[in-house]
Structures are given as C-alpha cells and as structure tokens.
C-alpha cells in the first residue's frame, strides 16, 4: 500500500483503497490513485487513453479543495462525495498511475462535460460552492494548477540525453574500436554507448565526430530502449516498482532508469512469454548499488 488512508473514506472502503482493484488496464471514466516515490500524489479520472499517457481530470475528496470550476459527483467507489476538476485536464505519464479504485464516470459522458465547460453550458453535474477566485480558494487554486503541472513535466524513467545508433556509426565508416579509441575506453565502457543502453555524453560525441570526421548530429538516434521504459510505466509493474523503491531506498526514477538498464544487460530472449518476467527481474535487479 502507498500512502495513508484519507480521513472520512468509510471503513468498508479500506480495502479498496490499500489495494485498489487487482485488473491494471487503463480505462477512460476509471478512478486512479496517483503516486510517485513511494507517495501518494492525487487523484485522477481517466479522461482518454493515449499512447504511454493519459489525460486526466484531477479528484479530491471532502475535507480538500473543492470549488467552481470543479464538478461534485456524489457517488464515487470510495462512497464519500468527490469533486472532478474537468477543466484542470492533464496529460500525465502511465507511470503516475498507481492503482484503480473503479468506474467514476460513464465513458460516454466524458467529452460532452468537456464541450459543455468549453461552450459555458449545463454540463449535467453541479458545480462546486465557491470559485477560483474568491480569496478564501485563491491559495488552493494556484497550489493545485502548480502541482498539476508538476506532474504533467514527470518522465518517469525516460532517460535524458543523446543516444548512439550503431547503424549511423557503421555508415560513417565507425567502428566499437574507434569509438574506444576516441575516448579511450576500453570494450565494457563502449558497448552500453554503442548500444543505447548508456546515452552519451556531448563532450563524448564531439570527440567520436571528430574520430569519424563526421556531424555529431548524425551519429545519434533515439533511445533504443523506448519500447521498454514504455513497458516499465505501465501499471502492471507499479507495484514491483514501489515496492523496490521503499526496500532500497533510492528514487523511483533512478529505479525505473536502472530497470531500463538491467534489462537491457540480461541474456537476450525475444519470447514474449518471457518478457514479463525479464522486466520483473530487472526491477528486482535495480537499485543494487544505491543508484
């Protein structure tokens, strides 16, 4: 379980919340504990599924924030009145997404609140008391949008950077030697370069440019790896991802970013039966050496 029980949530909803619902897909409508670094971060309602995101509606619950322009709906899976801030959308990474709670609101219903807020007509729902700009809310509004944005800037374990691509290095005539001889490193430091699993540094890919009398910009691609720190954000292996995190001490998304690494290293097996159980590996691998 991340995070304390919010107060006022009745007792019999305990469970839900400590565990949230063992099906991990990600629905438009679904109600979603956030978390990140072993915390809770907020709520969310689902507001539509893209690829390696979602766009989310922040929640809160009674005793939090709760004013126009934010919708009250009166029933929700944690029984307790929620108010849905529709016009806060954001798109947050999958890794935020911590554990569903179930259905808030019909999927159907979602984009015509959306074109009603936007159209300044009757959404279907009540607002909140209060506004955004009466000076009791003024405090709690900019709170909420700074920390929404705050979420929305999370990558997660998308590693930052420039990564070689070893076919460019081929074509500019390179060679794993003469990138060790550029830098004058030895095989084990220039296969993670090569290969993506490391990305390189500027310094280090002016000189492989110059080794290779070549553009720096055209040695470089995309993360090689993409596909698998896309894996590792699913909610499939939050929980794993939690839980490293809380044992080893060291921050999800330094966990995440050696995950990214550890399953890269492993011994190559491309059956997709597999390949759930090398991402569960590499996060058990992560963080061994507290980074």
């Not at 949530?9 to 978390?35: M, V």
């Not at 690829?51 to 944690?78: C, M, N, Q």
């Not at 470089?220 to 909610?235: I, K, R, S, T």
Request: hydrophobic share 45%; proline share 7%.
């Amino acid at each position: 379980m991340v995070g304390e029980r919010p107060p006022g949530i009745p007792e019999f909803t305990y469970p839900l919340w400590d565990e949230g619902l063992p099906d991990t897909q990600i629905r438009a409508g679904d109600l979603w504990i956030l978390s990140w670094n072993g915390e809770i971060a907020g709520l969310a309602v689902i507001a539509a599924v893209k690829g390696g995101y979602v766009l989310a509606w922040p929640v809160t619950l009674p005793g939090e924030a709760s004013f126009a322009p934010g919708l009250v709906i009166d029933e929700s899976p944690l029984e307790v009145p929620v108010t849905v801030w529709a016009t806060r959308e954001t798109g947050i990474g999958n890794h935020l997404l911590d554990r569903s709670l179930g259905r808030l609101i019909a999927p159907e219903r979602i984009r015509p609140i959306s074109w009603a807020l936007d159209d300044d007509a009757d959404p279907g729902l009540s607002f909140a008391p209060g506004s955004a700009q009466d000076v009791e809310n003024t405090d709690a509004d900019r709170l909420m949008i700074d920390h929404w944005t705050e979420l929305c800037f999370n990558t997660g374990g998308t590693e930052e950077g420039l990564f070689l691509d070893a076919a460019k290095i081929q074509l500019a005539g390179g060679s794993a030697r003469d990138i060790g001889t550029a830098l004058g490193a030895g095989p084990q430091e220039v296969r993670p370069l090569l290969t993506g699993i490391t990305p390189v540094t500027g310094e280090q890919l002016s000189t492989i440019a110059r080794q290779l009398a070549a553009e720096a910009e055209s040695l470089v691609g995309a993360d090689p790896l993409a596909e698998v720190v896309h894996d590792l954000a699913m909610p499939h292996f939050k929980r794993d991802i939690v839980a490293r995190t809380l044992e080893t001490g060291v921050g999800e998304r330094a966990i995440r970013r050696a995950a990214r690494r550890e399953f890269a290293l492993a011994a190559r097996n491309d059956g997709a039966a597999l390949r759930e159980t090398k991402l569960r590996d590499a996060i058990a691998r992560a963080g061994r050496n507290g980074e």
